[in-house]
Every structure is written in structure tokens, then in C-alpha cells.
């Protein structure tokens, strides 16, 4: 199997990324003391009130988090949008920057890493007048708009804006649970060499379409899938061998 032992190397020379989470509320909402709308809420949020995250993912919805008075509870998350600040440039990857998200601009969301979301049948939003289809068949919405803010904040030019040569990308797949916010997507080429192997979004979707086969399957947990693929997408993909499958 082919590795970047060179880009691993150089890794092991650097320091580590601290990743901080915050959030700011967007939309009034209530915090609530744990998450649902059963108990009486313990405060209401205006737009601009800033919580830390105590967990990085969400709860059947809800962010659990802190007020800036101290107290804790839960928000809904859709009235929140969460923010990552990184400490530090450096990052443990086996491959060069080019190959990864830039992470202050794209961290990777998941909207759930719940087996049971992930592998049940759904009869809701089906695409293409469907009575039943999968969760993501059901959860693909990526506006328009969307995908132009995508390639504006990854400086793509106009002439590459196109399924030949490059996609906005799901860095966390939509079928293992992935978001479709902002924070979740990212323009990724079809042609991104490192080290005479591409790395291009083709290849990615191999690993793509490996996970949600693996979870489908009951072989492999979402939270591990998710924490595997947004430390190290191209380590993932190397691991599992995929680089030697044509």
C-alpha cells in the first residue's frame, strides 16, 4: 500500500491543533435544562449572545451549552450558529494543507451520528416523488446560494465552478449523518496530487461510500467514522486500503 511517509514525518515534527467551540445565537431561543421542550425553560437567548459548547455535537437537536452568566442547559441548534477558533496552523496530517479543508473555514458538522437515523427507511422528503429512500435522500439541501458562498470563500475561479473539474463537497457524507451547513462543505478539485496519487474528490468519494457501507452494515460506529474523516480524511482512506482499490 502507498503512504506519505515523507508528509508523515514532517507531522511528527509539529505541535498539535487546540480547537475551541463557541456559538452565538442567531434567533431567539430558550435554554432549557436538558434537550427538549418538556421543562420550563431556564432563560431566553437574544441574537448575539455568545455559549461556549461543552459537547461538540448535538442531542435529538439541542447544543448543550453554556450562558455567559455561567449557567448551563440546551439550545436548539438551527437558532445557533457555532463557531471553531484554531489555536494554532499546525496539524497532524499524513498529507500537505492542499489536500484538506481549510479548517477555519470548514471544520466538518454532523446533524446526527445516531445507527438508527442513519439506517432506517424513510417515507418524508424523498427525492423525485419516491415513497421511500434513504437518510440522505431524505436530508439533501444544499441551496444554490450555498454552493456560490462555497466557492467564493475558497476562491475558485469562474472557469472551474463545474462538476468536471472540481465539487462542493459534504467534508463529514450526508449518508453517515453529515450537515449540510456551512461548516460542512468545501471545494474540493477532481485533480489534487501529492506525491504521484491523487487525492481528488473522486477518491474521497470512495471513502465516502466505504463508511456508509461499513455503518449500513453495523461495522462501524458514525462517531468514530466522524472523528476518523475530520482529523485525517486522507489517513482514513490510506487505512483502510482504498488507495490500492481501482
Not at 477558533?85 to 479543508?101: D, E, K, N, Q
Request: charged share 20%; glycine share 6%; hydrophobic share 30%.
Amino acid at each position: 500500500m502507498k503512504r506519505l511517509l515523507g508528509f508523515l514525518f514532517v507531522s511528527l515534527l509539529f505541535g498539535s491543533v487546540a480547537v475551541g467551540q463557541t456559538a452565538v445565537v442567531t434567533h431567539d431561543v430558550n435554554l432549557r435544562p436538558d434537550p427538549s421542550t418538556n421543562g420550563v425553560p431556564l432563560a431566553k437567548l437574544a441574537p448575539g449572545a455568545k455559549l461556549e459548547l461543552l459537547e461538540s455535537q448535538p442531542t435529538k437537536g439541542f447544543l448543550h451549552v453554556k450562558a455567559e452568566d455561567g449557567t448551563e442547559g440546551w439550545v436548539w441548534r438551527n437558532n445557533v450558529k457555532t463557531q471553531t477558533t484554531v489555536a494554532a496552523a499546525t496539524v497532524h496530517h499524513v498529507g500537505p494543507a492542499s489536500l484538506y479543508p481549510d479548517p477555519n473555514k470548514t471544520t466538518g458538522l454532523a446533524d446526527t451520528l445516531s445507527s438508527d437515523d442513519l439506517t432506517r427507511t424513510y417515507t418524508e422528503h424523498c427525492p423525485s416523488h419516491k415513497t421511500t429512500c434513504t437518510y440522505s435522500q431524505a436530508h439533501r439541501n444544499v441551496p444554490s446560494a450555498e454552493h456560490k458562498h462555497v466557492y467564493d470563500e475558497y476562491n475558485v475561479p469562474p472557469s472551474k465552478r463545474n462538476k468536471i473539474d472540481g465539487e462542493v463537497d459534504h467534508f463529514y457524507p450526508l449518508c453517515a449523518g453529515g450537515s449540510n451547513k456551512i461548516e460542512n462543505l468545501w471545494y474540493q478539485p477532481a485533480i489534487n496530487m501529492s506525491n504521484g496519487e491523487n487525492f481528488g474528490f473522486h477518491e474521497k468519494d470512495k471513502l465516502e461510500t466505504y463508511i456508509c457501507v461499513q455503518i449500513t452494515n453495523g461495522k462501524l460506529d458514525p462517531k468514530e467514522a466522524f472523528d476518523r474523516m475530520t482529523q485525517d480524511w486522507v489517513k482514513f482512506y490510506q487505512d483502510e486500503g482504498l488507495d490500492d482499490v481501482n
